[in-house]
């Protein structure tokens, strides 16, 4: 399967997954986190979809955004968007994108706190207390984002570590540990977000520019 999207301007590229926390296996699939833009001409007629996209061939998965899309989910602290943008293993590099990635490392906020501590609650319920999959490596994989969150408060800044020996209970007393962190976190409460919209007006100047419309 090939997205659409795939013959748009991409903005940049990286690696997600397990691989960004060192904790792949050699059947782990490739996965990765693409951001394209819509030509600048379906953004000025209002023909432009900003759809997200995802396709998978083989153990290769590819998760397609818009970059205006992309701007709104890192406003609202989305951990799923922040560590695409931040993940330590970029594959497409372009100027546009390592503004963007210096953006958002500047401005880390504690609303990611949020989208982490949304999603360990919900897979907690989903596969420990349901019973799913309480296995240790279900464990690892829900501390990692939790520590990831921990250092986030603490220092303002995102790591990708390995997590190993987890269970359960220890889940808990790092989502509680989380949860703390977040009342006495230095960070600020959200993202500046006139620097974001400054930077995807730019971004559609120059692609404006490039289109030889002005």
């Not at 603490?154 to 390995?162: S, T």
Request: hydrophobic share 35%; aromatic share 12%; glycine share 6%.
């Amino acid at each position: 399967m090939i997205s659409k999207f795939s013959a748009y301007e991409t903005v940049g590229r990286t690696k997600i997954g397990s691989h960004i926390w060192t904790m792949n296996h050699r059947w782990s699939d490739d996965d990765y986190f693409e951001i394209y833009a819509e030509p600048i001409l379906s953004v000025l007629d209002h023909t432009a979809l900003y759809k997200a996209d995802f396709t998978q061939n083989d153990n290769v998965d590819v998760h397609y955004h818009e970059i205006s899309h992309v701007i709104n989910m890192l406003l609202s602290g989305n951990m799923n968007f922040v560590v695409g943008v931040l993940s330590p293993i970029i594959t497409k590099k372009t100027d546009w994108f390592m503004k963007l990635r210096k953006l958002t490392r500047h401005f880390l906020s504690k609303q990611t706190f949020y989208s982490i501590n949304g999603m360990v609650e919900g897979n907690y319920v989903k596969y420990i207390v349901q019973g799913r999959d309480n296995s240790e490596h279900k464990c690892n994989q829900i501390l990692r984002a939790i520590q990831m969150g921990i250092t986030l408060l603490q220092k303002g800044k995102l790591e990708f570590k390995p997590y190993t020996g987890g269970s359960p209970d220890e889940i808990l007393e790092k989502l509680s540990e989380l949860q703390f962190l977040h009342s006495i976190s230095p960070l600020p409460d959200r993202p500046e977000e006139g620097h974001f919209r400054d930077y995807l007006v730019d971004y559609r100047l120059c692609q404006f520019i490039e289109a030889e419309l002005i």
